[in-house]
């Protein structure tokens, strides 16, 4: 890893383009919008709703997020009725935007958090009928292991697997060529291992694989942990792909960020929950983040005659950036622009507890 001495990265500089990030925070099991709604009444989560609501309309660019955010404020407020509400307007009205596919999974949970499973029932066979995308089916998979249902989440983690792989011949060669975190977390193998365990199946190829990808990455976290332990005070500095940046480089360098980062929708809210506990550690006097420039970075390939993909390389592109003063000091002010470049508030954007 290369980095001057003042500075103690977060893991390589690969890391802080979000890879290290992602699968460190990405929760082990249960449903992905499982935000801890116990901790809040059901008044904050109608002031959240309407809060949401209010976004949707301020902010045109982020308004099926928002809506999709409002819906399930709404189902934590327990109001059912105004959580299909938002998500039938969501899939009526903006059925081109690639996060729709995420309101489909939600009005299932919806249904199934009323009780009304005939509905739930009828919803997911619409989705199963609608081609889902990976990230659709991992979700959906998710939220039925959440409610105990094992064997059909477990039809929907296959069906992710096979989105990403091609089939399951093709995951147990994807896994044996590149067994990333990404790869365990996001194309669906992870929660396919953990179910098949769960149901008593004996693991196959493609479990043993998964387990030994989550081992290697928990050995790397125990050695970085132990690295870090042995050091004294230490300076964090990270590199991260704004909003808008984010689709243009998995277009363009898919080894930097693959699709299913994309398609996971929770890039900016993995790192937040990283960034805030890195801050937090005892010996951390400062922590700092840079918006990366993938034009930039191009252009410093370009001339340096290597690949983006080259760790020193980023780590030059992210120093440059701190020198057009582009660096955020973590924690971002409450009421100044939000770091991920939303252009909302930060209390209004990631930094709102109640959407992380």
Excluded at 41 to 51: F, L, M, T, V
Excluded at 307 to 323: F, I
Excluded at 325 to 332: E, Q, R, T, V
Excluded at 347 to 352: A, I, L, Q, T
Aim: charged content about 30%; hydrophobic content about 40%; some cysteine.
């Amino acid at each position: 890893m290369a980095h001057d001495k003042t500075t103690d990265a977060l893991g390589t500089p690969a890391d802080h383009d979000g890879q290290k990030e992602m699968a460190a925070s990405e929760p082990a099991g249960g449903s992905v919008r499982d935000r801890a709604s116990g901790t809040h009444s059901p008044h904050d989560w109608d002031e959240r709703a309407r809060q949401c609501e209010r976004d949707a309309t301020m902010y045109p660019d982020e308004v099926v997020e928002a809506l999709i955010d409002a819906a399930e404020a709404w189902k934590n407020a327990g109001n059912f009725t105004r959580a299909e509400a938002t998500i039938r307007r969501v899939l009526a009205e903006h059925s081109g935007d690639d996060a729709v596919e995420l309101a489909w999974p939600m009005l299932i949970e919806v249904w199934l958090a009323a009780g009304k499973d005939e509905q739930a029932r009828d919803e997911l066979a619409r989705l199963s009928a609608s081609r889902p995308s990976v990230a659709a089916s991992t979700f959906t998979a998710e939220l039925l292991e959440a409610h105990g249902d094992y064997e059909t989440a477990l039809e929907w983690a296959e069906r992710a697997v096979i989105g990403w792989a091609g089939s399951m011949a093709g995951a147990v060669e994807r896994m044996s060529r590149d067994p990333g975190p990404f790869a365990v977390m996001m194309s669906g193998v992870g929660i396919r291992a953990g179910l098949r365990a769960s149901l008593g199946y004996e693991p196959d190829e493609l479990d043993r694989l998964t387990s030994r990808a989550r081992d290697a990455f928990a050995q790397q976290l125990d050695a970085l942990a132990a690295s870090h332990a042995r050091s004294g005070p230490k300076e964090v500095r990270g590199l991260f792909w704004p909003r808008g940046a984010l689709e243009e480089v998995a277009r363009r360098w898919p080894t930097l960020v693959p699709a299913e980062v994309v398609e996971s929708g929770r890039y900016w809210t993995d790192l937040e929950a990283q960034y805030t506990a890195v801050a937090a550690e005892a010996r951390t006097t400062r922590v700092t983040i840079v918006p990366a420039d993938p034009d930039a970075l191009a252009a410093l390939a370009l001339e340096e005659k290597l690949p983006v993909e080259d760790n020193d390389l980023r780590w030059r592109h992210r120093e440059a950036q701190r020198a057009r003063k582009l660096a955020i000091s973590w924690p971002p002010p409450r009421n100044g622009p939000c770091w991920c470049g939303s252009a909302r508030k930060y209390k209004k954007c990631c930094g709102n507890p109640a959407i992380r």
